[in-house]
């Protein structure tokens, strides 16, 4: 039986309540790719965000997807897609779609057809962009509704105006854990040097604190480590440094949730924590991190809260807590 199928890709920017900063630069709105595949009058639907750190643009994304119309079309399965595209935005964007597609025109959800078990609430992190140390002080005191705070650092002014940033948000909610996310903005001999100011705060793990080729001297630095642009796919969490204890699964750099289920089962059997973490986005994209996240040991999904607006029926956040997608927006 042949399969047809109407493609539509389309860019959309989504503007932010306030400007998010991290290391690697700032922005006032989510750009973003979003697919839709059309069969027997069912609509799956992915959305992905490119990632300029990957050399990925809205154009290149794009592109990528438009050049694997025809395949699509003729019904393309998740299986060849893994084939076709490298992991990154374009394979993500495809990929969600096309389980949310198989949902649809199976009358039952991802989560039956993946095997997993029933979405429940989850709590996640909330991020604190990257500022001065003041701004980032009323930004953690204004999320008190959230225990575990995300605080972006990595900063040009170094290391050590990174730590009076901690110290003045440690100030501001010494009720609240944290996790610090550098995107490879320290430099490995800042952080041996300071590893004891930084283990006194508490911290639950630094994420990505170096960039990937200076990450070999991590081992001999007495602090938890969490890997995020280190790791896009299940190949690597086998040649992973052992410095990290943990890893964040994003679905954009793994391809989609296909890849990053068999990124879960990979860094569980070699005994590492799970994050799951996500894109400034909207609920479209969060809804399938939000199954891989129900086995996660931390949660940092708050893409749409970052939004002046979200997608109409995405996920409902009361305070912390984080609900399951409504059917009509995906799975």
């Known amino acids: ?125 909330f991020t604190i962009s990257l500022n001065g140390a003041d701004k980032m002080a009323e930004q953690a005191a204004a999320a008190r509704d959230f225990s575990l705070l995300k605080i972006k650092l990595g900063s040009t002014d170094g290391l050590l105006a990174d730590i009076a940033r901690l110290h003045e948000i440690c100030q501001a909610r010494p009720d609240a854990q944290f996790i610090v996310d550098a995107n490879e903005g320290w430099k490995i001999e800042e952080l041996a040097r300071y590893q004891e100011p930084l283990a006194r705060f508490g911290v639950m793990f ?33 040649q992973l440094n052992p410095a990290y204890q943990w890893v964040n699964i994003k679905l954009d750099k793994a391809g989609g949730l296909t890849e990053a289920l068999a990124m879960q089962n990979a860094a569980r059997d070699k005994g590492l924590k799970i994050m799951v973490g996500c894109m400034v986005a909207t609920s479209l994209a969060m809804a399938p991190a939000f199954l891989l996240a129900q086995k996660a040991d931390l949660i940092d999904l708050d893409g749409p809260l970052w939004l002046q607006q979200d997608r109409p029926h995405g996920h409902v956040f009361r305070s912390a807590a984080m609900h399951p997608p409504a059917t009509e927006l995906w799975g």
């Open 1 to 125: 039986m042949t399969i047809q199928r109407n493609i539509s890709i389309r860019a959309e920017s989504w503007p932010l309540r306030q400007q998010f900063t991290i290391a690697r630069g700032s922005k006032t709105s989510a750009e973003v790719i979003c697919v839709e595949i059309a069969e027997n009058g069912q609509i799956g639907r992915g959305e992905s965000v490119p990632y300029g750190r990957y050399g990925e643009s809205i154009e290149t994304v794009s592109a990528a997807i438009e050049a694997l119309r025809p395949a699509l079309e003729n019904g393309l399965t998740r299986a060849q897609l893994a084939d076709a595209l490298l992991p990154g935005a374009a394979r993500c964007a495809i990929d969600c779609a096309l389980w949310d597609l198989q949902a649809k025109l199976e009358n039952r959800p991802v989560w039956q057809i993946a095997d997993l078990s029933a979405p429940q609430i989850v709590q996640t992190a």
């Open 206 to 238: 630094f994420e990505q604190p170096v960039a990937s080729q200076d990450e070999h001297g991590l081992s001999d630095i007495a602090l938890p480590f969490c890997a995020d642009e280190s790791v896009h796919d299940s190949s690597d969490i086998a």
